[in-house]
Protein backbone atom coordinates (compact mmCIF):
# COMPACT_ATOMS: atom_id res chain seq x y z
CA UNK A 1 0.00 0.00 0.00
CA UNK A 2 1.31 3.58 -1.23
CA UNK A 3 1.44 5.90 1.62
CA UNK A 4 2.51 9.26 1.95
CA UNK A 5 2.73 11.88 4.89
CA UNK A 6 3.44 15.40 4.49
CA UNK A 7 4.60 17.63 7.23
CA UNK A 8 6.45 21.00 7.94
CA UNK A 9 3.12 22.88 7.24
CA UNK A 10 2.49 25.79 10.16
CA UNK A 11 2.04 29.62 10.70
CA UNK A 12 4.85 31.83 9.36
CA UNK A 13 4.54 35.94 8.76
CA UNK A 14 4.35 37.09 5.16
CA UNK A 15 8.67 37.22 3.56
CA UNK A 16 9.22 34.05 5.89
CA UNK A 17 10.26 30.78 4.90
CA UNK A 18 9.02 27.02 5.49
CA UNK A 19 10.28 22.98 4.23
CA UNK A 20 7.41 20.86 3.51
CA UNK A 21 8.27 17.02 3.39
CA UNK A 22 7.23 14.13 2.16
CA UNK A 23 7.94 10.99 3.21
CA UNK A 24 6.90 8.01 0.95
CA UNK A 25 6.49 4.24 1.69
CA UNK A 26 5.30 1.27 0.02
CA UNK A 27 7.50 1.03 -3.21
CA UNK A 28 10.16 2.71 -4.52
CA UNK A 29 9.75 6.13 -5.72
CA UNK A 30 12.92 6.71 -7.67
CA UNK A 31 11.54 6.29 -11.22
CA UNK A 32 8.18 7.77 -10.46
CA UNK A 33 7.29 11.43 -10.45
CA UNK A 34 6.08 13.15 -7.69
CA UNK A 35 4.25 16.98 -6.96
CA UNK A 36 3.27 19.52 -4.81
CA UNK A 37 -0.60 20.46 -5.31
CA UNK A 38 -2.38 23.11 -2.57
CA UNK A 39 -5.66 23.91 -2.02
CA UNK A 40 -7.47 27.07 -0.61
CA UNK A 41 -10.39 27.46 1.36
CA UNK A 42 -13.21 27.41 -1.25
CA UNK A 43 -10.84 27.03 -4.20
CA UNK A 44 -9.67 24.01 -6.25
CA UNK A 45 -6.77 22.01 -5.47
CA UNK A 46 -4.20 23.57 -8.19
CA UNK A 47 -0.64 22.51 -9.58
CA UNK A 48 2.10 23.93 -7.36
CA UNK A 49 5.44 22.19 -8.40
CA UNK A 50 6.59 18.70 -9.94
CA UNK A 51 10.13 16.90 -9.84
CA UNK A 52 10.75 13.94 -11.99
CA UNK A 53 13.18 10.82 -11.32
CA UNK A 54 16.10 12.06 -12.70
CA UNK A 55 15.21 15.82 -10.85
CA UNK A 56 13.53 17.84 -13.79
CA UNK A 57 11.56 19.83 -12.29
CA UNK A 58 8.34 22.62 -13.15
CA UNK A 59 6.77 25.42 -11.49
CA UNK A 60 3.53 27.09 -11.39
CA UNK A 61 4.05 30.82 -12.44
CA UNK A 62 3.27 32.17 -9.06
CA UNK A 63 5.91 30.27 -6.99
CA UNK A 64 8.51 30.66 -9.28
CA UNK A 65 11.69 31.60 -8.18
CA UNK A 66 10.30 31.20 -4.53
CA UNK A 67 9.60 27.39 -4.28
CA UNK A 68 12.28 24.78 -4.54
CA UNK A 69 10.99 21.36 -5.12
CA UNK A 70 13.71 18.44 -4.74
CA UNK A 71 14.19 14.78 -4.05
CA UNK A 72 15.98 12.10 -1.44
CA UNK A 73 15.14 8.62 -3.41
CA UNK A 74 17.35 7.37 -0.80
CA UNK A 75 14.74 8.23 1.67
CA UNK A 76 12.09 8.22 -0.54
CA UNK A 77 11.51 11.98 0.59
CA UNK A 78 10.03 14.62 -1.11
CA UNK A 79 10.65 18.39 -0.29
CA UNK A 80 9.22 22.01 -1.11
CA UNK A 81 11.23 24.46 -0.04
CA UNK A 82 9.25 28.22 -0.17
CA UNK A 83 10.58 31.10 0.46
CA UNK A 84 9.06 34.91 0.47
CA UNK A 85 6.03 33.87 1.42
CA UNK A 86 2.75 35.33 0.80
CA UNK A 87 -0.40 35.22 2.34
CA UNK A 88 -1.92 34.10 -0.72
CA UNK A 89 0.23 31.07 -0.56
CA UNK A 90 -2.04 29.61 2.54
CA UNK A 91 -3.53 26.58 1.91
CA UNK A 92 -3.71 23.02 2.41
CA UNK A 93 -0.52 21.40 0.76
CA UNK A 94 -0.51 18.01 -0.98
CA UNK A 95 1.71 15.84 -2.51
CA UNK A 96 1.42 13.14 -4.79
CA UNK A 97 2.79 10.63 -7.20
CA UNK A 98 2.25 8.69 -10.12
CA UNK A 99 2.56 5.56 -11.56
CA UNK A 100 4.45 6.79 -14.62
CA UNK A 101 8.00 9.04 -14.38
CA UNK A 102 7.53 11.64 -16.67
CA UNK A 103 6.32 15.15 -15.13
CA UNK A 104 2.62 16.43 -15.86
CA UNK A 105 0.15 19.22 -14.32
CA UNK A 106 -2.80 17.74 -13.91
CA UNK A 107 -3.99 16.72 -10.86
CA UNK A 108 -5.90 13.48 -12.48
CA UNK A 109 -2.77 12.27 -13.68
CA UNK A 110 -1.40 11.87 -10.23
CA UNK A 111 -2.51 8.07 -8.51
CA UNK A 112 -1.78 8.49 -4.71
CA UNK A 113 -1.97 11.47 -2.43
CA UNK A 114 -1.29 12.43 1.00
CA UNK A 115 -3.20 13.91 4.00
CA UNK A 116 -2.04 17.73 3.31
CA UNK A 117 -0.12 19.74 5.68
CA UNK A 118 -1.53 23.31 6.35
CA UNK A 119 0.23 26.27 5.75
CA UNK A 120 -0.53 29.58 6.60
CA UNK A 121 1.21 33.11 6.41
CA UNK A 122 0.07 36.08 8.18
CA UNK A 123 0.11 39.39 6.96
Known amino acids: QVQLVESGGGLVQAGGSLRLSCAAS????????MGWFRQAPGKEREFVSTISGLGNTYYADSVKGRFTISRNNAKNTLYLQMNSLKPEDTAVYYC?????????????????WGQGTQVTVSS
Open 26 to 33: GRTFSSYA
Open 96 to 112: ATRRRPGLTVTISDYDF
